[in-house]
Nanobody, 129 residues
Framework: DVQLQASGGGSVHAGGSLRLSCATSGFTFDGYTIGWFRRAPGKGREGVAYISPSDGDTLYLDSVKDRFTISSDNAKNTVWLQIHSLKPEDTAIYYC??????????????????????WGQGTLVTVSS
């Protein structure tokens, strides 16, 4: 069975850093795009970072690209999201998800979250000012 499990969230002060992990099983990364998404209180789900693990190509939400870094370890079937300079507005539940399509599909989509097939349970990030 395909599984994705996000972890690494926590409560931090503004300016701090966190490294979120997405442990996956039941599929290989070849041909997949892995995305990190978040849902802030009272807001809809938004994609913040995506990676094509087979070639390392990445894509970021413009508002976070200077602070978020997505990476993968294909041997460990794990994708990370490093977040620096956390802001209170980063407070959200963060999820990872997979989709069997190239990263370019995300670039062209008006609603990337709807493209992704399997979603893991999220991890809560709370940033205090």
């Amino acid at each position: 069975d395909v599984q994705l499990q996000a972890s690494g969230g926590g409560s931090v002060h503004a300016g701090g850093s966190l490294r979120l992990s997405c442990a996956t099983s039941g599929f290989t990364f070849d041909g997949y795009t892995i995305g990190w998404f978040r849902r802030a209180p009272g807001k809809g789900r938004e994609g913040v970072a995506y990676i094509s693990p087979s070639d390392g190509d990445t894509l970021y939400l413009d508002s976070v690209k200077d602070r978020f870094t997505i990476s993968s370890d294909n041997a460990k079937n794990t994708v990370w999201l490093q977040i620096h300079s956390l802001k209170p507005e980063d407070t959200a539940i963060y999820y990872c998800a997979n989709g069997k399509f190239p990263l370019n599909v995300v670039k062209m989509s008006p609603s990337p979250p709807g493209l992704f097939n399997f979603w893991g349970q999220g991890t809560l990030v709370t940033v205090s000012s």
